[in-house]
């Protein structure tokens, strides 16, 4: 059974950082492409960031680039989404995904149709 477990998410300041972490068990990952998206109150999910099987590639949704900086230790089946330069935009429920990447490719904003999802972890960010 697959899961994926999110944590770090909390309330902070602009300007502040949060680090968090997306503990991934029941399969092996490898030729997965792990992502980060986020759910804004009355918005639809929107993707945030996303790291292929070997780390070698990464994307960014616009809103993100510069500040937020996705990672990965496949040997624990983690994946981080480091947070930095936080503002209140940025408030949201974030979840983690693992979908299938043929060819090792990192995936864009709309290829994650079969993927696994997390439960969730708040992110609240004050002004």
């Known amino acids: 059974q697959v899961q994926l477990v999110e944590s770090g998410g909390g309330l902070v300041q602009a300007g502040d950082s949060l680090r968090l972490s997306c503990a991934a068990s029941?399969?092996?990952?490898?030729?997965?492409?792990m992502g980060w998206f986020r759910q804004a109150p009355g918005k639809e999910r929107e993707f945030v960031a996303a790291?292929?099987?070997?780390?070698?590639?990464?994307y960014y949704s616009g809103s993100v680039k510069g500040r937020f900086t996705i990672s990965k230790d496949s040997a624990e089946n983690t994946v981080y989404l480091q947070m930095n330069s936080l503002k209140p935009e940025d408030t949201a429920v974030y979840y983690c995904?693992?979908?299938?990447?043929?060819?090792?490719?990192?995936?864009?904003?709309?290829?994650?149709?079969?993927?696994?999802w997390g439960q969730g972890t708040q992110v609240a960010v004050s002004s």
């Open positions: 029941g399969r092996t990952f490898n030729s997965y492409s």
């Open positions: 995904a693992a979908n299938f990447a043929p060819f090792g490719a990192v995936l864009g904003p709309r290829d994650w149709k079969n993927a696994y």
């Open positions: 790291i292929n099987w070997s780390s070698r590639s990464t």
